[in-house]
C-alpha cells in the first residue's frame, strides 16, 4: 500500500489538469467557445476553480442552514450502521437539528471508499464504515438535518507512516504520542494539499459544512520541538520565534482551507481547545483562538466540563457543568467581541461521564447535567451548540432549547 499511496499522492498533488470539453465528440479543431462548450469541473485544477467567481458546485442536494445548530457527533460506524436510523429518529423527534459525522477519523482513515475515478480513490485509504455516503446525506435531506463533515487534519498516523517526511522524526522513525498516534507537520503546504482535497470531496458528496478538528501541533510540542527532525518548509526563514511560527502556520493552513473551499459552498468551522480562548495563544500547539476565528465561519470550542482542571475559581469543574459553561462563554464572548468579523459561536459541550476522574472528581451525566450547559450558552447569547458522546449514546428526555 505503502508504494501505491505515495505515488497517488504525488498525483493529487502535483498534476495540474486542464478543463475538457464535455463531449470528445466536439470539434478539436476549433478555439473553446465558452458560451457553448460545457466543462467538467472535476476536470479543472482546484486552484483554477477556487480563483473562479464563476464556479459554484452544486451537489444537488439542498439543505437550510437551521436556525440554530443544535447537533451531535456521529461515528463513520454509526452512520453506515444500524445506529444511524436510531440517531435519526433522535434528531427528528426532539430540537435538534445537525450531524457532525466523520469523513476522515482519528488514524487517517476516510471512513467510505470513494468512487473509482474521484481524486481521492487511488489514495488507497478508504474503509468500508459508510458504505453509501451519499444515500446516507439523501436520508439527512429528507429529514431536513443539517450535515457537517469532521475531518481529522493533523493528527494522521495512517499519512505520517506512508510518508515520514511529513511527520516528526523521533530517532530513526516516526514519533508516537503516550497513545500510539502519530501527527503530520502543519508546516508543510503538501499535508495542507491533502486535507483539503479530502475536504472538497465531502462538500461534492452534499456536505454542507466541513469541520476541521486537531487544527494543531501534538500536545507538548515544545518539550520537544528541538530534538524531533522536521521540515519547516516556507517557514524555515520565517523571524518569527518558534511558538509565533507555529501560531502562524496553523492559522494559515486554516485560512487557506477556507479560500480553497468557497467556490463549493460550504461553511468552514474548526474544533479548538477551550483553554486556548483564556491565552494569548496555546504555545505549544499553535492555536491562536482569536487568529483562527478570524478565517473561519464557525469556531466549535471544546469545553467539556470533565477537560477542565481547577479553573475559573471552580475546584471541580465536572461537578458543576452550568457554572464551568457560563464562566467560559463570558470569556470567549469577550474574545469575539474584539474581532472585526467574528465567527458564529458553535462550542461542544459534554454528553458523557468522566469516570476517569476518580471518585470525588466527576459526576454521572444525563438530562439534568446537558441542559444546564445548554442554559449557561443560552444566557450567554450563544444559541448553538454541538453534543459529544463517543459512541453517540446520547442521554434521553433531554430539553435542547430551555
Do not use: C
Not at 482535497?197 to 456536505?207: H, N, P, R, Y
Not at 522536521?230 to 517557514?235: A, P
Amino acid at each position: 500500500m505503502k508504494k501505491k499511496l505515495s505515488i497517488a499522492i504525488s498525483s493529487l498533488l502535483l498534476g495540474t489538469l486542464l478543463a475538457t470539453p464535455a463531449s470528445a465528440a466536439e470539434d478539436e479543431s476549433q478555439p473553446p467557445d465558452f458560451a457553448t462548450r460545457t466543462y467538467h469541473a472535476a476536470a479543472i485544477n482546484p486552484e483554477v476553480l477556487a480563483s473562479s467567481k464563476l464556479f459554484a458546485f452544486d451537489s444537488g442536494l439542498a439543505f437550510d442552514y437551521p436556525d440554530a445548530v443544535r447537533g451531535i457527533f456521529v461515528t463513520a460506524h454509526s452512520a453506515g450502521g444500524a445506529r444511524f436510523d436510531q440517531l435519526v429518529e433522535l434528531v427528528d423527534t426532539t430540537d435538534l437539528n445537525a450531524m457532525v459525522i466523520d469523513i476522515k477519523e482519528d488514524f487517517g482513515h476516510l471512513t467510505y471508499e470513494p468512487k473509482e475515478g474521484t481524486p481521492l480513490a487511488s489514495l488507497g485509504i478508504g474503509e468500508p464504515y459508510i458504505k453509501e455516503p451519499r444515500a446516507v446525506l439523501e436520508r439527512l435531506e429528507e429529514k431536513k438535518i443539517y450535515p457537517i463533515a469532521r475531518v481529522v487534519v493533523f493528527k494522521d498516523s495512517v499519512l505520517a507512516n506512508e510518508r515520514p517526511e511529513w511527520s516528526f522524526i523521533d530517532g530513526n522513525t516516526v514519533w508516537k504520542n503516550g497513545r500510539g498516534e502519530s501527527f503530520v507537520n502543519p508546516f508543510l503546504k503538501e499535508v495542507w494539499d491533502y486535507n483539503v482535497q479530502i475536504a472538497i470531496e465531502a462538500a461534492k458528496l452534499g456536505f454542507k459544512e466541513v469541520q476541521f478538528d486537531y487544527v494543531r501541533f501534538p500536545e507538548g510540542f515544545e518539550h520537544r520541538a528541538d530534538t524531533l527532525q522536521y521540515s519547516m518548509g516556507e517557514y524555515a526563514e520565517s523571524d518569527l520565534d518558534p511558538v509565533q511560527r507555529r501560531v502562524e502556520a496553523v492559522t494559515d493552513f486554516v485560512a487557506y482551507a477556507r479560500e480553497q473551499l468557497e467556490p463549493y459552498g460550504v461553511e468552514v468551522s474548526v474544533d479548538i481547545f477551550g483553554y486556548s480562548a483564556t491565552l494569548p495563544e496555546a504555545p505549544g500547539i499553535g492555536q491562536n483562538f482569536s487568529k483562527i476565528s478570524e478565517n473561519v465561519d464557525v469556531i466549535s470550542s471544546m469545553i467539556y466540563p470533565s477537560h477542565w482542571t481547577s479553573y475559573f475559581g471552580i475546584a471541580k469543574p465536572d461537578l458543576e457543568p452550568y457554572k464551568l459553561v457560563a464562566e467560559y462563554a463570558k470569556v470567549e464572548n469577550k474574545k469575539l467581541a474584539a474581532l472585526k468579523n467574528p465567527p458564529v459561536s458553535r462550542p461542544w459541550l459534554q454528553d458523557f461521564t468522566a469516570s476517569y476522574l476518580g471518585a470525588g472528581n466527576y459526576k454521572r451525566y444525563g438530562k439534568a447535567e446537558v441542559e444546564a450547559q445548554i442554559k449557561a450558552l443560552n444566557e450567554n447569547g450563544i444559541q448553538e451548540f454541538l453534543l459529544w458522546n463517543a459512541g453517540n449514546t446520547y442521554s434521553k428526555g433531554v430539553d435542547y432549547t430551555p
